[in-house]
């Protein structure tokens, strides 16, 4: 069965500093990979699709299959990034996605 | 994305009653998800429906039920709510391709007490 792994549950960063957030994921054949945004009490949204290669908000994310990893970095946080995060991944048919526990990224002065 | 809207935002009900939250979208996308999210368990999948009429359970159905009689709407029924279903839920859609992602509404915060 598909799993996705967020091991951390909170990343605490400085103003500046690089971010990256872990994904790692099981599964066998070929996934698509997404992740998700979600600002205080608000919905999630789209952030990026692995198979886009876009960078979005200055995040990028590289699919690297050897490792089943999908990692989420930005060079320099922003305070507007602080926000809960999730990997999510979509296998098979019915474009159902299976997602990860999340990390919640604090950015502080 | 006004297109997928959630009602009501906010809920509390009593253990035992029947409950509906209510999910309609404008896009006409064939896909229809209901999930719920829990600190420590992220979003879990409770029902998913791929057309009308065509439902399917998720990871955790156990106290659920939906129906699909038109595409746009999704409503989920909560038979005899309990207090381990306080929970945030959210609905989202999403058009076949399993590349495009999903659009998620803006969350149903259900208390039960």
């Known amino acids: 069965a598909q799993r996705v792994t967020q091991p951390e549950k909170l990343l605490s960063v400085f103003k500046g500093a690089p971010v990256e957030l872990k994904c790692n994921y099981s599964?066998?054949?070929?996934?698509?990979l997404f992740w998700y945004v979600q600002y205080s009490r608000q919905r999630l949204q789209l952030l990026l699709r692995?198979?886009s290669r876009e960078s979005i908000k200055g995040f990028t994310a590289d699919l690297n299959k050897g490792e089943t990893s999908f990692h989420l970095k930005k060079p320099f946080a922003q305070e507007e990034d602080s926000a809960m995060y999730y990997c999510?991944?979509?296998?098979?048919?019915?474009?159902?996605?299976?997602f990860g526990t999340g990390t919640r990224l604090q950015v502080t002065l | 994305d006004a297109g997928i809207t959630q009602s009501p935002r906010y809920k509390i009900t009593e253990t035992g009653r029947q409950v509906t939250l209510m999910c309609h979208q404008t896009?006409?996308?064939?896909?229809m998800f209901w999930y719920r999210q829990d600190l420590g368990h992220g979003l879990r999948l409770i029902y998913y429906?791929?057309?009308?009429?065509?439902?399917d359970k998720g990871e955790v159905p156990d106290g659920y039920v939906v129906s699909r009689s038109k595409t746009e709407n999704f409503p989920l029924t909560l038979e005899s709510a309990t207090r381990s279903q306080t929970s945030v839920y959210f609905c989202?859609?999403?058009?076949?391709?399993?590349?495009?992602?999903?659009?998620f509404g803006s969350g149903t915060r259900l208390t039960v007490v």
């Open positions: 429906s791929a057309a009308a009429d065509i439902t």
């Open positions: 599964y066998s054949g070929s996934p698509e």
């Open positions: 989202a859609s999403s058009p076949p391709d399993r590349g495009s992602g999903y659009t």
């Open positions: 896009w006409s996308h064939s896909y």
């Open positions: 999510a991944l979509s296998t098979g048919t019915a474009s159902k996605l299976t």
């Open positions: 692995h198979i």
